[in-house]
């Protein structure tokens, strides 16, 4: 499957951010009739094509609004966010490890599930997911748990939504992502790769040299994935 954004009816969840303004912004340039651009803090977008959405990913009641407002969406981005640092996982408050799954898990599960039958009814359309590459080397604490069930959550969906034509595609990013360190890892460059990846029907988009070399190293044992471990497994 392949996703084509001409005349394409977008959804950007989280689109009041960097990454999210990125996806608005190529998409239209790449041909999309409209973008809707979904946030909770309400914002007037001058471009002509984009329009404003509310929608909170915590709000199952939102999320389902928004899909009955979007009857002929076709492709659904969501960057929904939090800005918070990687607090170990073991000592990081309950409710912040809830709101972190909230975010970046319930709220991807729900979307998919609010706008799967529209993209159904709609031929198939495409849905993007964002994951790290801190849910496959769990050094983030409970930021990582979160990012590693959105993997799988991916997977899931990816799975389940195959029989009605909808191609779903994971976006990784390295950890330097957003930081200029170089090109590579600037919102830009990764959108672009993100939407080339759609174009070509790619199931999974590895953003940056990180992403590709943390996926290679899956395949690795426990310890040599993590070298602080390896004193376990010291003879006596």
């Known amino acids: ?3 084509e954004l001409t005349d394409a009816v977008v959804v950007v969840i989280g689109a009041n951010g960097r990454l999210g ?31 404003f959405l509310g ?28 800005t918070r640092p990687r607090d170990p996982l073991l000592s990081v408050s309950m409710k912040d490890v809830r709101l972190l799954f909230e975010t970046y898990v319930f709220g991807v599960i729900e979307l998919a599930q609010a706008f799967a039958p529209v993209l159904a009814r709609n031929g198939g ?7 790290s590459t801190l849910a496959w080397s769990h050094t983030g ?18 799975l389940e939504l195959a029989h009605q034509g909808t191609l779903v595609t994971s976006l990784v ?6 930081r200029g360190a170089s090109q590579t890892h600037r919102p830009r460059e990764v959108v672009r790769r993100a939407l080339d ?23 690795a044992t426990v310890s040599d994935q993590y070298p602080q471990l390896q004193w376990i497994q010291r003879s006596p």
Not at 125 to 131: C, F, K, P, Q, S
């Open 1 to 3: 499957m392949t996703f």
């Open 173 to 178: 990013l390295g950890t330097q992502y957003g």
């Open 21 to 51: 303004e990125e996806f608005v912004a190529q998409c239209m340039a790449r041909g999309a009739r409209k973008v809707h651009a979904g946030a909770r803090r309400h914002r007037r977008w001058e471009r002509p094509g984009v329009e």
């Open 55 to 82: 929608v909170d990913v915590l709000d199952a009641h939102s999320i389902r609004s928004a899909a009955e407002q979007v009857p002929d969406a076709t492709l659904v981005i969501n960057c929904a966010g939090l």
């Open 141 to 158: 604490g409970a930021y990582s748990a979160a990012k590693a069930a959105v993997w799988a959550a991916s997977d899931a969906m990816r």
């Open 125 to 131: 359309g495409a849905v993007l997911t964002i994951v």
């Open 197 to 219: 990846g759609l174009a070509h029907g790619d199931l999974e988009v590895l953003s940056d040299p990180e992403s590709r070399e943390r996926k290679a190293e899956l395949s």
